[in-house]
């Protein structure tokens, strides 16, 4: 069981900057440390999709559309997850959800935060 809250969300003008953050609690089973982590976000009637992820071994991939503008990163000294934004633009409007993924797989653990909103204004 994890508990996941993100945070950092807001409005921002095309070009600018944001940084989301996720806090873990509640964590049974494992440590914070042990879980896959990652951002996803889904716009206006899309689908959701992934943005990037980061392993406990600190490998990270990236979805194509970031293209060098977001970094993830994770404190697993403090629980907690990290997307810097940089650039932004208007197609990157969308709810951001922080996920964990437990080190026993998804079908044993797979946990969501709440979302935080991200508007980018042309």
């Known amino acids: 069981q994890v508990q996941l809250v993100e945070s950092g969300g807001g409005l921002v003008q095309t070009g600018g900057s944001l940084r989301l953050s996720c806090t873990a609690s509640e964590i049974s089973g494992s440590m914070f440390s042990d879980y896959t982590m990652g951002w996803y976000r889904r716009a206006p009637e899309k689908s959701r999709e992934l943005v990037a992820w980061i392993t406990r071994s600190g490998d990270i991939n990236y979805a194509d559309f970031v293209k060098g503008r977001f970094t993830i990163s994770r404190d697993n000294a403090k629980n907690a997850l990290y997307l810097q934004m940089h650039n932004l633009e208007p197609e990157d409007t969308a709810v951001y959800y922080c996920?964990?993924?437990?080190?026993?797989?998804?079908?044993?653990?797979?946990?969501w935060g709440q979302g935080t909103q991200v508007t980018v204004s042309s």
């Open positions: 996920n964990a993924e437990s080190p026993l797989g998804p079908l044993i653990g797979d946990y």
